[in-house]
Every structure is written in C-alpha cells, then in structure tokens.
C-alpha cells in the first residue's frame, strides 16, 4: 500500500459521490484518482472538467490502477452489484458504501461475507455518528448520566415530499423512507442501545399507490428497554432532514437531535448543549461538518489499518431491522 | 472598522424558513417570514432604520419578494447582492427529478423556456460539445436575466455571488477554471463577482495562488465572536481578512445563527479589519427595526 499518498476511487457521481469525492480531494494525504460513473453525458463532462482524474463506465475498468480504497456511493439497488465485483475482481479491499448496506439484508448478508474473505476496512455512510450533538448524546448514555435508558422515542423527518399531490409527475424514491432517512435513526438507535426487535409497524402511502412514504415502528429490546420510530418526508416544517431522539432513564430525560442536545436530570437541572457549544469545526466544510469527520475518521482506519464503527457487520443489522420492519406491517 | 462602503444587508435566510441554529427555531418562528408580502414588509422597515441592500438566493419566492419591492418603489434605493445558484434547493429537487442527470435536463427545460434565443444557442453549442464553459455561462446569463425581469433594469445589481455549495466544492476539486471563468463572466457584465463560502480561509488563499486580483471580488463569509462556522478556525478566518488588500468581505452568521446577542455580536464585526457589510437575517418587526439600528450606529457612525 502506497503510505504517502492513499489511491482512492469514488463510484457513482450524484450528489453524495460528489460531496465525498471533492472533500477526499482536500483531505491530507489522499489522492482522488479516479471516478466511475454510468450515465455517459455526465462522463463526458467529468472528463473535461478533471484532466487529471480517470474517468470509467465501469468498475472492473479500475483494476489495474492499483487503488487503496474505493467509496461506493451508487443508488442503493447497486451497491451489493458494485461491492462484489470490487471485490471479486481483487480491485480493492478497503471499501466505504454510502448508507444503506444493500436493498435487503440477504445482500447485506453476503457482502458481511466477502468483507470478511478479502478483509481490509469497511465501512457504512451513517454520517449521523459524526454529528457533534449525537456524539455528546452517545457520550453521555455510555456514562451513564440518565441510568440505564427504560424507553425512547426517535424520528426522521423531513418535507421533500410535502404536499406533493397523489398521482402528480413527482415520483418518491423507490427505497421508500425507511431507506433513505429512517434508516439513520434505526442505526443511531443501535448505536445508543444495542441490538432491539420490531415488535409492531405500520407503513403508509401517501404521495401515489405502492410508495412507502411514512413508517411507525415499535422495538424492544432483551433488557425490556420499549421505543418507538416515527419516519416520514412528508411532514410539514422540515427543509433539511432531521433526526431526533427523546430518551428516558431513571436519572433524567435527554432530547437530541441534529441541532441541539437537551438534559434535564430528575434533580431538575437542565442543560442545553448547540452545535456551537461541541467544538464543529472542521478543517474543510461542505454540506455538514460530519462529512469530513466521517471521511477523514475512514481514512485514517485504512492508513492504520484500524477497524471502524459503522462495519458492514454492524450496518447490516440496519438492514435487517428494516426487512422485519416491512415483514411485520400491516 | 466599516466607514466607506456602509453595506448593511438583509439576509433572505428566515424567508426560507431557515435558521442555522435549529430547525426548531425556524418552526417556531412561523410562516410569517416566508411570506413574501411580510418578508418585503420586513425589509422595508429594515431599510428605514439603516439597511441599504438585500442579499438574497435566487428562488421563486425571492424573485416575488422582489417583484413586491419593485411595484411598492422601494427596489430603486437597495442594492441587491444575489446568490446563484440556488443549491439546496436544486439538491432537493434532484432527489424528485431522477438524480443529476434529471435535474440538469429540467434546467436546459428552464433555460429553453425563458425564451432568450442567446441562452438558448449558447446552451446548446454547450450541450453539443460537452463545453463546460458554455454550459456555465449559459446558466449564469439565465440566473442575471430572472433577476433582472423581476426587478426591472432600474434596479441596483451591485454583485451576484456563486452559492457556498458551488464555490466550495469547485475548491475541494481543485476546479480552478470556474473561478477565472466566474469572475472574468461577472466583470464583463459590469456585475462585482462575488463568492459565497464556508472556507474564507482557503479561498483567500486558493486566489491568491490564482492570481485572481483579490480588489475586484467580494466574499460573503460567516464570521461571527462565538467561531461558529468559521472553518478550519476562528484565528485563520481572522488572519485571512488581515491579508486582503481592501474591504472586500461581508461577513455573514455575525449572530451565528442567534446564539449571540447583537451587541457583542456587532461590536466583534466593528473590530475586524476588511469588512465591507453584513448581511442579517430578520424575521419579525421589531427585530428588523433594532437590529439595523444597531449595526448602523456600530458599524456606520462609528
């Protein structure tokens, strides 16, 4: 592995490809070499705006450029597809795909499979894990300054599809809302608490027939902590996805979400934590500081060959719950 | 210390519907702000307490709040700064029209629509012959003319800016052709080329290894006492401005988001050096009346 500089490749250039392939570019000791993208107009442009990046069609087109580590940031349909022939192709053993794993937990399954034949670092895009205030939340639950949590409420919400009217030219992403943004508060919730099971769920169409555009869930888990996930993007008010979690201990009440960190303790202090207060800074900003940290906390893992939380073991529960989640609606 | 250019702003961000410092906020605020008949009530009392300019992202409900100013006479005495594209927005949008590839055919749509025949044949020569610059300027001559139909050619178009999402990513890639392009594009339009972002230090730096003359851009640039935003670091932003050969930068976040209070907030912006104006969002009467009260007489007479 060349230490000087990291060869990375990025494939799928929508808007999360391009998010992390251009904060790769500014991170020290990275070089973004290459790109692969399947829609040829795109290509095309690709190919004249970077003169000193390689740009492909295909995966397989990378295998000889002797790459450290590749991001997979294609629609979530074709990530399991993309993983395995990386991997099979012996293209490279370091691989972060954007959340979630796989379309399904079979895919999940296999690519916790291959992850382990091939080995190196692997790693899920839940960004959430490197936002300050959810940060301080694990921190504080691990120390445990509410007692060991009893129940939680959590959400995901946001307006994308707002008002959208039934059978209007808009069309919802076919992962549905558990995919795309419920997936990070059921990963946060593993990340708190530990393992849990669905107990009840309840789907919902809304924008057209068949789209699952909210989702209500209860879980237990084995020590009888009870919680509850409400998903949605057609809820008023929300511009920017947000992902927010009530939790309740014996000691005190916490609420966090992407802006703020609320404690009250059972004494009846209350403390209130902003983003402002948790040191989010980074040394390059774009969308949100916790992209960086995100890429930059990978990085480093494949520099010192280090293992990472989110894995594709761990992330692959996210992907299991969600099939439970669609098993058990009604 | 701001003594020439007295830029005071209103920010359009609570007509959106957004604060930085929690979504929460935002909601509670109400729909008042992002009304387009209140926001442009809002910005008049912001103007007859000391705002002399508005800096706006270039959307639907901008350009009516602009549309407002023009019929009520109010557009001839502000300067408009106004930031392009609209990029949140045009991510959202790209989740709902097929990813990139589908938001790039609904703008040539757009563009197609808006009937300039230049815009037009310019696009396409674009298109043809994947000519990026072509493209860029198509879509930047496009964004001036619905400005422009919405404010009338009376209005004052002192700068447009390139969105913070656009100017940074075009610095992480190292896409050092769509600065020279940009500004040499604005500058050719009698339009000052203006650059919004979130890395004022690294930008700094990138045009000065450029060789863009530094004199003839404006960076909006949040600065603010509590460091919030201020990317890699508070100190960094502040030696930033310390190199630039004049007052160039509106400083933008100066409440970060509300979790100051004006006055410390105003009095950390009056001692920096290089600071053209500010631009401050307001979402409710009084707000619009003490906050432009207070810039001025911080940051203009003293």
């Known amino acids: 592995m060349n230490v000087e500089k990291l060869k990375i490749a ?34 095309k442009f690709l190919k004249k705006a970077f003169s000193n990046i390689y740009v492909v069609d295909d995966v397989e087109k990378f295998s000889n450029l002797d790459l450290d580590a590749i991001y997979v940031t294609t629609p979530i349909p074709s990530h399991f597809p993309v993983a395995k022939n990386i ?25 916790c499979d291959l992850a382990q034949k091939f080995g190196g670092v692997n790693m899920v895009g839940y960004m959430r894990r490197f936002t300050v205030t959810f940060l301080k939340a694990k921190d504080l639950l691990d120390g445990e300054v509410i007692g060991e949590p009893i129940s939680f409420k959590a959400y995901a919400f946001s ?12 069309q919802t992403p076919s992962i549905g809302i558990l995919r795309d943004l419920g997936c990070h508060a059921i990963d946060l919730a593993l990340w708190f608490f530990g393992d849990f099971e669905v107990e009840k769920s309840k789907l919902e169409s809304i924008v ?22 409400n998903v949605s993007w057609c809820v008023d008010k929300h511009r920017m996805p947000e992902v927010g979690f009530m939790i309740k201990g014996p000691k005190g009440v916490m609420n966090v979400n992407d802006d703020n960190l609320e404690l009250v303790l059972s004494g009846g202090k209350r403390y209130r934590w902003f983003r402002h207060d948790l040191g989010d800074s980074v040394a390059f900003w774009l969308g949100r500081p916790e992209y960086y940290r995100e890429d930059e906390y990978f990085v480093n893992a494949v520099i010192n060959k280090n293992s990472v939380e989110p894995s594709f073991q761990i992330s692959a529960k996210v992907d299991r719950l969600i099939d439970e989640i669609k098993a058990k609606a009604y | 210390m701001i003594r020439q250019e007295k830029v005071l702003l209103v920010g359009d961000n609570p007509f959106h519907g957004i604060s930085h410092l929690s979504q929460e906020r935002s909601r509670v605020r109400g729909d008042a702000p992002t009304d387009p008949e209140y926001a442009a009530k809002l910005i008049q009392i912001s103007l007859d307490n000391g705002a002399n300019g508005f800096m ?23 300067g408009l700064y106004a930031i392009v594209p609209y990029a949140y927005e045009y991510v959202r949008l790209s989740g709902k029209v097929g990813g990139i590839s589908g938001l790039a055919k609904k703008v040539v749509k757009e563009i197609a629509l808006s009937g300039s025949f230049n815009a037009m044949a310019t696009g396409l020569k674009g298109v043809l012959k994947t000519d990026l610059n072509s493209l860029v300027k198509t879509y930047l001559a496009y964004e001036i003319s619905r400005i422009k139909s919405s404010a009338g050619k009376h209005a004052k178009l002192d700068s447009v800016l390139l969105h913070q ?28 080329p203006g650059f919004n972002t979130g890395n004022l230090a690294l930008l700094v730096k990138k045009f000065r290894e450029l060789g863009i003359n530094l004199e003839k851009v404006l960076i909006a640039a949040p600065l603010n006492k509590a460091g919030f935003q201020m990317v890699p670091t508070k100190k960094e932003c502040e030696n ?10 509106l400083a933008i976040s100066i409440l970060a988001a509300g979790y100051l209070k004006p006055l410390e907030a105003i009095d950390y912006i009056a001692g920096l050096p290089n600071i053209k104006g500010v631009a401050v969002g307001v979402s409710k009467e009084t707000q619009a009346c003490e906050t432009f009260r207070l810039l001025k007489e911080k940051l203009v007479k003293a």
């Not at chain 1, 990275?30 to 692969?36: E, H, K």
């Not at chain 1, 307006?159 to 808009?170: E, G, I, L």
């Not at chain 1, 209500?216 to 084995?222: D, G, L, S, W």
């Not at chain 2, 999402?165 to 339009?191: E, H, N, P, Q, S």
Request: proline share 3%.
């Open chain 1, 10 to 43: 990025v494939v799928g250039f929508g808007k999360m490809g391009m998010l992390h392939a251009s904060i790769l570019n500014v991170l020290p000791g990275v070089q973004l070499i290459a790109l692969c993208e399947k829609s040829g107009l795109i290509r």
């Open chain 1, 87 to 111: 991997y099979s192709a012996g293209i490279a053993c370091n691989l972060f795909i954007e959340k979630t794993l796989a379309s399904n937990f079979d895919d999940a399954k296999k690519l």
């Open chain 1, 159 to 170: 307006s994308d599809f707002f008002r959208v009217k039934q059978n209007s030219k808009v």
């Open chain 1, 208 to 229: 057209s027939g068949g789209s699952e555009d909210s989702a209500y869930i209860t879980v237990k888990a084995p020590n009888g902590l009870y919680g509850e996930f």
């Open chain 2, 56 to 78: 706006f992202s270039v959307s639907d409900k901008t350009l009516s709040i602009l549309n407002i100013l023009r019929n009520n006479g109010t557009l001839n005495s502000l």
């Open chain 2, 165 to 192: 999402l656009i100017t940074d990513m075009c610095l992480g890639f190292g896409l050092d052709w769509v600065f020279r392009l940009y500004v040499d594009f604005m500058l050719k339009a009698g339009l000052e």
């Open chain 2, 240 to 249: 930033a401005l310390t190199e630039l050969p004049k007052p160039n930068v």
